[in-house]
T-cell receptor, first 113, second 117 residues
Framework: LAKTTQPISMDSYEGQEVNITCSHN???????ITWYQQFPSQGPRFIIQ???TKVTNEVASLFIPADRKSSTLSLPRVSLSDTAVYYC??????????????FGSGTRLSIRP | GAVVSQHPSRVICKSGTSVKIECRSL??????MFWYRQFPKQSLMLMAT?????????EQGVEKDKFLINHASLTLSTLTVTSAHPEDSSFYIC?????????????FGPGTRLTVT
């Protein structure tokens, strides 16, 4: 299981773009990169998933360089409601895989007015 | 997206009693379900992995006789905390793995807050 490293915390302001980078030097060929968001006293919520290059959805973008040893979650124009803990996870999501999700420490993002 | 529910959302019990928490995948069949525990200001810690019809696989340091997991069907897994003690007070989160296509996704429940007095 690839270990991930993220900043413990980040601060930003409303309307700014926030980029959270995650390192995963031991990522395996079959591993995908997935980001989750968690609010206090709630279960994690899926944000975005990717394998390589760039993925974009209505919530965020995920940038993955060619070596796949890191990834960056980009949140455009954050608001106060984006204050949460963000987890970067790496694992094999293929149906035949017995991979399990192990959470790292996550990044506590605080958005100020 | 797929929905995973947990019941109850919060429970308070007395020390020495047992508590059962249910985890259900509402609109899909889960090949595998996972149980996590989360203490305040900490990350989720994986406790065990369960597959329907087979014994759960516990992570190192998790007492299988204390945290009983039953995965009776493809949509239901239960976690029973036996002889609960105050140090078992925590936020318990389940997740269910499933989906269509070649890739599975992991969907998380809303969590259960357990307080042992």
């Amino acid at each position: 299981l690839a270990k991930t490293t993220q900043p413990i915390s980040m601060d930003s302001y409303e309307g700014q773009e926030v980029n959270i980078t995650c390192s995963h030097n031991n990522i395996a060929t079959n591993d995908y990169i997935t980001w989750y968001q968690q609010f206090p006293s709630q279960g994690p919520r899926f944000i975005i998933q990717g394998y390589k290059t760039k993925v974009t959805n209505e919530v965020a973008s995920l940038f993955i360089p060619a070596d796949r040893k890191s990834s960056t979650l980009s949140l455009p124009r954050v608001s106060l409601s984006d204050t949460a803990v963000y987890y970067c996870l790496v694992g094999d999501n293929h149906r035949s895989s017995a991979s399990k999700i192990i959470f790292g420490s996550g990044t506590r993002l605080s958005i100020r007015p | 997206g797929a929905v995973v529910s947990q019941h109850p959302s919060r429970v308070i019990c007395k020390s020495g009693t047992s508590v059962k928490i249910e985890c259900r995948s509402l609109d899909f069949q889960a090949t595998t379900m996972f149980w996590y525990r989360q203490f305040p200001k900490q990350s989720l810690m994986l406790m065990a992995t369960s597959n329907e019809g087979s014994k759960a696989t516990y992570e190192q340091g998790v007492e299988k006789d204390k945290f009983l997991i039953n995965h009776a069907s493809l949509t239901l897994s239960t976690l029973t905390v036996t002889s609960a003690h105050p140090e078992d007070s925590s936020f318990y989160i389940c997740s269910a793995r499933g989906g269509q296509g070649a890739l599975d996704e992991q969907y998380f429940g809303p969590g259960t807050r357990l307080t042992v007095t």
